[in-house]
């Protein structure tokens, strides 16, 4: 898969998933050291925007291995997501992979509006036998309602399709974009070439981080499923850029010139609600946790920009940074 932003570089990052369709090297079922971690995020676990060997689960397994631990390190990175869908990953995969802690590695747009959702497994471990007749497996497989392995793999295609593919939404609703978008980034988003999904998002993180959350039965599930898998949890926060520096407005109102105003700040505690609320869920369930918002603000206000400008994940470096950091909270408890 193919991620590109550029208003930011030229260099489109190519993700190189597994069979499982994670960016990561292959699974194997059995456990080959002696600690198995999972890190569980969205597309900032996976690392959008980042090669390969930069995310913030080899940042988190570069310290380890410094350490002399014999650990294996998951990147359950998931772009796209949000709390729902960890848990539903979390049902499905920890009874297979059986990982002895579980690291939950949430951004700021993963906490969901008030659905309530409990989800259910009824997946085991099945292994692929290479020499079974294709058509044999297909069949046992459909009639098992269970997923088709691939193969082979397929040639790297972009994340987001140009015009005239009716996934693109420049493609129906050019006219009615285009008055709120800078004309290069309107060309970048008609070409696929940048997220066409961020025309005028200010606004949107402006109302959600402000909102109030109710996600106490949701971890309080998390943890109690895990423990029952003999699974330990901890829980980190990763602020949304908007949330920490004030640089980054400039560049979002190249894609919000009619609904945003000329300067405008989500520094302050009122759009810090849903890492408070998180901190205070996780204390009373008693889960480690930890508001990376200070660490990476103190960085921001040092003039160190860790994220992209246009698009808002981070830089490869920093979520290098992000791994270590969390990997040294891991380690203290």
């Known amino acids: 898969m193919l991620w590109k932003s550029y208003p ?3 260099h489109a990052f190519v993700h190189e998933l597994n069979t499982y369709g994670f960016r990561d090297q292959e699974w194997e079922v059995e456990k080959s050291a002696n600690k198995r971690v999972f890190i569980l995020g969205d597309s900032f676990v996976e690392g959008m925007m980042s090669t390969n060997d930069k995310t913030i689960p080899n940042g988190f ?15 359950c990175g998931m772009m796209g997501i949000g709390l729902n869908e960890y848990m539903k990953f979390i049902t499905d995969a920890v009874p297979i992979f059986k990982p002895d802690e579980l690291i939950l590695v949430m951004y700021s747009n993963d906490m969901p ?69 800078r004309a290069d980034i309107a060309e970048a988003m008609k070409k696929g070439d940048f997220n066409n999904f961020r025309t005028n998002w200010y606004p949107n993180e402006q109302s959600f981080f402000s909102s109030n959350i109710d996600v106490y039965s949701k971890f309080e599930f998390i943890k109690n499923y895990l423990a029952e898998h003999n699974c330990k949890l901890s829980v980190f926060y990763i602020p949304s850029r908007l949330q920490v520096s004030d640089y980054y407005y400039q560049f979002e109102k190249a894609y919000c010139q009619l609904n ?44 160190q920009h860790l994220y992209w400008n246009y698009d808002d994940h981070m830089r490869g470096d920093s979520y290098l940074m992000l791994g270590e950091e969390i990997y040294k909270t891991w380690k203290q408890n």
């Not at 397994?61 to 990147?75: G, H, L, P, T």
């Not at 593919?165 to 709120?180: G, I, M, Q, R, Y």
């Not at 759009?271 to 408070?276: C, E, F, L, S, W």
């Open 113 to 181: 509006f008030q659905r309530v959702y409990q989800p259910a497994t009824r997946m085991n471990p099945i292994k692929n036998n290479f020499w079974k007749p294709r058509l044999v497996e297909i069949i046992q497989r459909i009639n098992a309602e269970d997923p088709l392995p691939m193969r082979f793999m397929k040639e790297e295609v972009p994340f987001y399709k140009g015009v005239p593919d009716p996934s693109n939404p420049w493609t129906f609703k050019e006219a009615e974009l285009k008055p709120h978008v």
């Open 260 to 303: 945003c105003p000329e300067s405008s700040s989500l520094k302050g505690q009122e759009y810090q609600k849903h890492a408070q609320i998180l901190g205070n869920v996780c204390k009373t369930l008693g889960v480690p946790y930890r508001d990376l918002t200070p660490f990476v603000r103190a960085k921001e206000d040092n003039n």
């Open 8 to 10: 930011d570089t030229t």
């Open 61 to 75: 397994k570069n310290m380890a291995e410094e350490d002399d631990k014999d650990i294996e390190v998951f990147n």
